[in-house]
């Protein structure tokens, strides 16, 4: 879907959700190169910075939620073509980014760009909140009981971080060919907006890092734990199974096809049989408790 906007020192044209006939017109009216449309279908794109003859071609990726992927937190990737009095922005998801830019932050394609490039940083840090607090929440819960759900949410927080940490280093080394792009930034105005740009990517990285060691430590712990309960249970199968297999030996001792003391008198019998039992089998549980062992 095509979305042009005229303003005062070049035209913006958005094109969100495209489908085949929005890249036919992108090939046939706005004469975009056919490498360069097939950059923009892929998702696994990377930021980047390439020149072409005509225009430059300009891709950063954004935080996005998509539930219809594996990992619901991933990043998407915003094409961005300029050439002296158009720019062109191209998502293949909607970016809701792109309609918080107001008309004074378009006096230039220079500021305009780097505004788009701003509020993009500014978002992780959103999304990045966002992940601690469901990670804080995970933990609480894994601290009342251990369960797989929480440990799946974990799983993804971790791929998440993962994901945003590529992008993010990719997107400042975005930052860094813009800086050394000829004429992009010009005036003190795109300098401060790239500044503070590099500032929040900055910030960004340094979460991300913080929140990885943290869900680092936090799986490290749970999984001790996983371990050390494992272990006591498995313990204790064993202390059971050997208290347990005292009456079997007797009952089996005096199954025997033998003579045995006592075995013309049943009473007699039963009641040392008995005994026998329960004197082994406290004896047994003495131990245990004693020493501990549960």
Not at 52 to 79: A, G, M
Not at 148 to 157: A, F, Y
Request: overall charge negative; proline content about 2%.
């Amino acid at each position: 879907m095509f979305n042009t906007k005229k303003l005062n020192t070049f035209s913006w044209v958005n094109v969100g959700n495209p489908d085949h006939e929005d890249f036919e017109r992108l090939l046939n009216e706005y004469r975009i190169d056919e490498d360069t449309i097939s950059d923009i279908l892929d998702p696994d794109e990377q930021p980047r910075v390439e020149l072409e003859d005509d225009y430059k071609v300009i891709i950063v990726r954004f935080p996005i939620v998509n539930r219809e992927i594996d990992t619901t937190w991933h990043t998407e990737p915003l094409s961005i073509i300029y050439s002296n009095k158009q720019v062109i922005t191209v998502c293949r998801k909607r970016c809701d980014l792109l309609d918080k830019i107001k008309e004074d932050e378009m006096n230039t394609r220079e500021v305009f760009i780097l505004n788009i490039i701003y509020y993009i940083a500014e978002s992780y840090l959103r999304a990045l909140k966002e992940l601690n607090k469901k990670l804080i929440a995970s933990k609480k819960t894994l601290q009342e009981r251990v369960r797989k759900q929480e440990l799946m949410q974990l799983l993804e927080i971790e791929n998440a971080y993962t994901l945003y940490m590529a992008s993010l280093k990719g997107n400042v080394s975005v930052m860094d060919k813009l800086d050394k792009l000829r004429g992009f930034v010009k005036d003190d105005d795109c300098e401060e907006l790239s500044e503070d740009a590099r500032i929040e990517f900055g910030q960004a990285i340094e979460v991300v890092t913080s929140y990885s060691k943290m869900l680092k430590s936090i799986k490290e712990t749970f999984e001790s734990v996983i371990n050390i309960d494992s272990n006591t249970y498995i313990n204790r199968l064993t202390i059971w199974n050997i208290v347990l297999m005292v009456p079997s030996v007797v009952v089996g001792y005096y199954g025997m096809n033998m003579e045995l003391p006592y075995t013309n008198h049943s009473y007699t019998a039963l009641v040392i049989f008995i005994s026998i039992m329960v004197l082994l089998i406290g004896y047994g549980l003495y131990t245990v408790i004693r020493r501990r062992i549960f």
